[in-house]
């Protein structure tokens, strides 16, 4: 079933980290301070090592740290001596009983692995129309042909006071910034005033996008999105709590701007219902949460299929499962909104070799093989421990 020159997977290693935040960044969840996850290192029978990240968001779905720790040691030797494409499939299968950050950090490894292997980055590899069967030269350079080399970027900007989020507004357009996202909560004219003070600053050519993480009930996501034309927003993400599709539905209806889905998408089954319910016209698609590249790439093909577009966005991880999410983005010709990629700066340490540079607003995937990058040993064991 698969080509035999494929390498195995000869064993696994993980290594909790956590890394400190400059400061902290607030959301209407939470304000954080360190950001934990675990990196996975797939070492193949031809030497080579594919690398993946788990940094699970307990407080969206798909579990916690500890549900990926208990579940590696069960997965590790399942996968021992597989081919990698059968990686891939067992990965597959097991899918609805690993926690969404596991599969997304031993996918990731896998497919690094299959990248290093073919010689072509993840963006290729993802590219293709089927991973699991072996590519030829044509089909590889086919997809290399319809990747982007370039992704456009949001900034993210914490909830704090109008002040500083307006210093920080003028620092990001100062850097080369076209999108911003704004974090906001429940309070009405705190946020009129964020949203006025900020408009104001940015001018009118910038996006700016709004994040409410839930904290919104119906009449006062209606109350502030219907003067939102005013201050020209792009979109509001999750301005309702997860499990009110009716009300997310509701609002589509009463207010002019689009309604993005976040917290409610935990895996391909929640995309149906969102999409069933007509809830949201934009999806916010968190590999670690999807579950991985490919089931990510599922979410936005039925996404696109019902004319829901689709953003990738990090959830401030390492450098990667970020490099992971931003080829991911460049794979898909469909997802032409900004990505919401642009966190590594909130870290205080990518854990990683190579720089992944924000220019103008975009940032570029490595063209080298698998990820394209590696990892930083004495920067992990530094950060390594889940304490
Ligand atoms: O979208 C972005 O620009 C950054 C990602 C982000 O905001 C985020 C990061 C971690 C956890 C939750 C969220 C979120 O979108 O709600
Ligand atoms: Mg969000």
Not at 30 to 40: D, N, P, Q
Not at 234 to 253: F, I, S, W
Request: glycine residues 6%; proline residues 7%.
């Amino acid at each position: 079933m698969s080509t035999p020159r494929q390498p195995t997977v000869e064993r696994m290693r993980w290594t909790p980290y956590r890394v400190p935040l400059h400061g902290s960044f607030s959301s209407a969840h939470e304000r954080l301070v360190t950001r934990a996850g675990i990196i996975v290192e797939l070492h193949t029978s031809s030497g080579t090592v594919g690398i993946g990240e788990c940094a699970p968001l307990p407080e969206f779905s798909g579990g916690t740290l500890q549900d990926v720790m208990d579940c590696l040691p069960l997965v590790a030797p399942r996968l021992q001596g597989l081919v990698l494409s059968d990686a891939l499939a067992l990965l597959d299968q097991l899918q609805d009983t690993l926690p969404t950050a596991a599969r997304c950090g031993l996918e990731t490894a896998v497919l690094d692995a299959l990248g290093q292997h073919y010689q072509c980055s993840l963006t290729t590899l993802l590219a293709l129309p089927d991973l699991i069967e072996p590519p030829s030269t044509q089909d590889l350079e086919r997809a290399a042909s319809q990747v982007r080399t370039s992704v456009p970027v949001n900034t993210v900007i914490g909830a704090q006071d109008v002040a500083a989020a307006v210093a920080q507004a003028r620092q990001a357009v100062a850097q080369g910034f076209t999108c911003i996202k704004l974090k906001v909560g429940p309070q009405l004219r705190q946020t009129v005033e964020l949203l006025t003070a900020v408009r104001a600053a940015l001018g009118p050519s910038i996006h700016l996008r709004l994040d409410a993480n839930e904290s919104w009930d119906f009449e006062l996501a209606r109350s502030i999105l219907s003067s939102c034309e005013f201050w020209s927003i792009q979109y509001v993400e999750q301005p309702l709590p997860r499990t009110d599709l009716a009300g997310m539905a509701a609002l589509r209806r009463v207010v002019p701007i689009s309604i993005a889905a976040d917290e409610v998408l935990s895996d391909l089954a929640s995309a149906r219902r969102v999409l069933a319910r007509n809830a949201a016209g934009i999806f916010v698609i968190k590999p670690q949460l999807a579950g991985g590249p490919r089931q990510s790439q599922r979410m936005v093909r039925e996404a696109t299929a019902h004319g829901v577009r689709c953003v990738i966005t990090s959830t401030i991880e390492t450098g990667i499962g970020v490099v992971m999410a931003l080829h991911l983005a460049a794979a898909m010709p469909e997802i032409t909104l900004e990505c919401g990629l642009a966190t590594l700066p909130l870290l205080t340490d990518d854990l990683i070799q190579e720089a992944l540079p924000i220019q103008n607003g975009h940032m570029e995937p490595p063209a080298t093989p698998g990820l394209g990058i590696h990892l930083d040993q004495a920067t992990l064991a530094r950060y390594a421990g889940s304490h």
